[in-house]
């Protein structure tokens, strides 16, 4: 691979290809971190949608600081993924969650973007080194899986396949942490990762107990908001459990409890994904929601973990009013650029 063509700290204009969801909360913290932001999505209203999900995602954005110059007129949205990726300095892909159509479009774009520029699939558990099989030059593809929303949510965890250069991983973590991300770089692949791998573990759990009576959905979600969700928002589920040991911390822990790990209480196949276990999800959540709305949630959410990251130092408690009456706080996410 070729090296890349600027350094991290040098970077100014990002591509964001597929705006759903996930690509659309990448534009909004890369233009919140006052990138110049071009995006590429081929559903017909996807600019629509991508500007209303910048829109929605502003407040929030302001409250915890914009970088100078930033702003959402800084996004182009292209009408060909070329000429999206045509002068970008770092790719990230946010297609839906297919094998085949990841491996297409990676070599797409690594057709199209210049030279040694790094790509980043935001892909939320296959391998890279099953995504770059077409690509001319793998050595550039890493994954950056984010978290939801992108724009608030610190982590990323970076990884490389098999035929990734370790040059490019390195580059994408340090990236990452330029444009005000937490970073787990990964020394091997690892399908789900390490934040999907436990959280796939505790989703199959739910699954298991909502298809089998044994809960509700709303059990489930306040068993973890009203408990350990509390923990870990600071402290993870290691150091957590350290204390459950009381002076004996680790050690007696495991003694302690060490048995119960061969309880019924995990169970190792995934439940069946039928009509059934979906209705009754469907249900539990529109029943959780009551009469918000998706938009309502999104902002709810949003608010919530920006209270959960102020609150555990990760952002300034005290904001300063500015003249136009919006809250600007220097952001700490963001303090190597
Ligand atoms: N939704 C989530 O919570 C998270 C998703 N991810 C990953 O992010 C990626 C995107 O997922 P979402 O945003 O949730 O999906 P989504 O369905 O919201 O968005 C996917 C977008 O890709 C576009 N698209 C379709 N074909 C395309 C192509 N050939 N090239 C470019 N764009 C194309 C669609 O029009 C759509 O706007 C997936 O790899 C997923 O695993 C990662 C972390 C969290
Ligand atoms: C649901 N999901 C597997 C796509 C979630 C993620 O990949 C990360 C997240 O946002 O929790």
């Keep these: 691979m070729p090296s890349s ?7 100014r204009r990002v591509a964001c290809v597929g705006a759903g969801v996930i690509g659309g909360g990448w534009v909004a913290h890369f ?3 006052g990138y110049d932001v071009t995006a590429w999505d081929p559903a017909p209203d996807a600019e629509e949608k991508l500007r209303r999900l910048v829109a929605a995602a502003w407040p929030a954005l302001e409250q915890i600081g914009l970088a100078d110059g930033a702003s959402p007129d800084r996004l182009t949205v ?9 002068d970008a300095q770092f ?3 946010s297609a839906p969650e297919k094998l085949e159509l990841k491996r297409s479009l ?14 980043a699939s935001s892909t939320s558990g296959y391998p890279m080194t099953d995504m770059q099989t077409e690509a001319a030059d793998p050595g550039r593809l890493v994954v950056g899986h984010p978290f939801n929303p992108p724009y608030l949510i610190p982590l990323v965890e970076v990884v490389g396949g098999k035929r990734t250069d370790a040059a490019a991983v390195e580059w994408a973590s340090r990236f990452y942490k330029v444009a005000g991300k937490s970073v787990i770089t990964m020394e091997r692949e690892l399908p789900g990762f390490i934040a999907n791998r436990l959280q796939e573990a505790l989703w199959r759990e739910a699954l298991h107990m909502v298809a089998n009576g044994e809960a509700t959905v709303k059990e489930i979600d306040d068993s973890i908001t009203e408990g350990p969700g509390l923990r870990w928002a600071f402290m993870g589920p290691c150091l957590t459990f350290a204390l459950a040991g009381g002076d004996g911390g680790m050690g007696h822990m495991l003694d302690h409890f060490g048995p119960s790990l061969k309880s019924p209480w995990t169970r190792l196949e995934a439940p069946e994904l039928d009509d059934t276990l979906r209705a009754a999800m469907v249900e539990g959540c529109d029943e959780a929601a ?5 938009a309502q949630l999104v902002a709810e959410r949003d608010q919530g973990v920006i209270d959960v990251l102020r609150a555990t130092g990760r952002l300034p408690r005290q904001r300063t009013e500015g003249t136009d009456g919006i809250a600007h706080t220097p952001s700490t996410m963001g303090d190597e650029k």
């Design 290 to 294: 009551g009469s918000r709305t998706i």
């Design 5 to 11: 063509p600027c350094a991290p700290e040098e970077v």
């Design 106 to 119: 990676l070599a797409q774009l690594d057709a199209a973007a210049p030279p040694g520029v790094v790509i």
């Design 78 to 86: 292209a009408a060909t993924l070329a000429e999206a990726v045509a």
């Design 91 to 93: 790719v990230q892909e």
């Design 31 to 33: 233009l919140a971190r």
